[in-house]
């Protein structure tokens, strides 16, 4: 028992200290790696849903998905023609990743939800979120995921064990 309390208290001080290093961060400086990083996605969301609905021909919403995606890449494209402005405010980079998990889980709901393979991805959101935002941003974008995360998941149970 006392292995595990050591283990709680090294996990708690290190998750203080990435909020503490947080504060100096300048993360409005990641807005092209960003936008380069939503084109990507892009892509491979189009390629994937291509693949998955030729080719394993599994029959997906495609209307909704190409929708959702193409709000991905027409924000992208805003972002990208106005990043000198945005990038003179860090707030952006919030809004941009609160966007981007709310569309990535619409995604998720519409494809399977957190059975989908494609689920884990989710956790990239998370990784980018600790990388470029500040604490109380981080804080905020950990509580909105979180919630997205069990919507998603009840949904999918739901559907699944009752047929929805």
């Known amino acids: 028992m006392e292995t595990f309390h050591h283990g709680l208290e090294k ?81 952006w980079l919030f809004y941009i990743l609160i966007a981007d998990i709310f569309l990535f889980a619409s995604l998720l709901g519409f494809t399977g939800g957190v059975e989908n393979p494609f689920a884990t991805f989710y956790l990239v959101h998370l990784a980018i979120g600790a990388m470029i935002l500040r604490s109380w941003q981080l804080l905020s974008f950990l509580i909105f995921t979180s919630a997205l995360l069990r919507r998603i998941y009840f949904v999918t149970y739901y559907m699944t064990h009752f047929n929805w």
């Open 11 to 91: 996990f708690s001080a290190l998750i203080l200290k990435s909020f503490k290093s947080n504060e100096s961060a300048r993360p409005f400086s990641t807005l092209s790696e960003l936008i380069l990083l939503r084109w990507v996605a892009v892509g491979g969301q189009l390629i994937t849903i291509g693949v998955v609905s030729v080719v394993f021909s599994i029959r997906l919403p495609l209307q909704v998905l190409f929708v959702i995606v193409g709000i991905t890449a027409f924000s992208n494209l805003f972002i990208q023609i106005n990043s000198e402005n945005l990038s003179k405010n860090e707030r």
